[in-house]
């Protein structure tokens, strides 16, 4: 089973921050917070991850709470083309024998 | 760069029939995903190839699905009787060495969409 919880669905308006919030409350000290979007008829794409401090890349930002038990990724400017499932997914970095458990992810829509 | 190629795109085939599914990983990339994914939910890892062993094939219906990946490069994942409840998107991905990559993401194909009549 998924190590997370996430919101079924979102709506954003586009060019706003699209906040998806993950709890993760059972999160391990060495497991690593991951997110990956699926656009529909896609495969699921690498977005970010992170251990314990905020993260930021080309595509979004990663906060994480101080305890670990939850995070935020930011989309700071949502565009049509950010209409996707996001996943969010713990595990261990670089531990072949402890794959990605997929949950459902939450269903971002962006409106015009 | 190249990423993950898979075929067929689309498949509809009749219960008890067979069905065949190719993967081309990115080069230079040791292991190599099945994941399939039901219409609403998040994609589920069936097997994991670290080069041309098997590394997690615990998600596996053995008694139906096969997947092999002789060389080390491409890899086929089969069904053969299909049931009505394998219709799914079947998903590729390949990644680097883990413990190499520091966080081992991994790119996935289009998927293949199958349809069981």
């Known amino acids: 089973d998924a190590k997370t919880t996430q919101p079924t669905s979102m709506d954003c308006a586009e060019g706003r921050a699209a906040n998806l919030p993950c709890n993760h409350s059972t999160i391990s000290g060495n497991e690593y917070v991951y997110w990956y979007r699926q656009i529909h008829s896609q495969g699921p794409q690498y977005i970010i991850h992170?251990?314990?401090n905020n993260e930021t890349n080309e595509m979004a930002s990663l906060i994480i709470t101080e305890d670990r038990k939850s995070s935020t990724l930011i989309l700071p400017h949502a565009t049509l083309r950010d209409t996707a499932v996001y996943y969010c997914i713990v595990r261990v970095a670089g531990n072949y024998g402890q794959n990605f458990v997929f949950g459902p992810g939450t269903r971002l829509s962006a409106l015009p | 760069e190249a990423g993950v190629a898979q075929s067929p795109r689309y498949k509809i085939i009749e219960k008890r029939q067979s069905v065949a599914f190719w993967c081309n990983p990115i080069s230079g990339h040791a292991t190599l995903y099945w994941y399939q994914q039901i219409l609403g939910q998040g994609p589920k890892l069936l097997i994991q190839f670290q080069n041309n062993g098997v590394v997690d094939d615990s998600q596996l219906p053995k008694d139906r699905f096969s997947a092999e990946r002789l060389k080390g490069v491409d890899s086929t994942l089969k069904i053969q009787p299909a049931k009505l409840e394998d219709s799914a998107v079947y998903l590729c991905a390949s990644s680097l060495i883990p413990g190499v990559s520091p966080y081992n993401e991994q790119f996935f194909g289009p998927g293949t969409r199958l349809t069981v009549l």
């Open positions: 992170g251990l314990k």
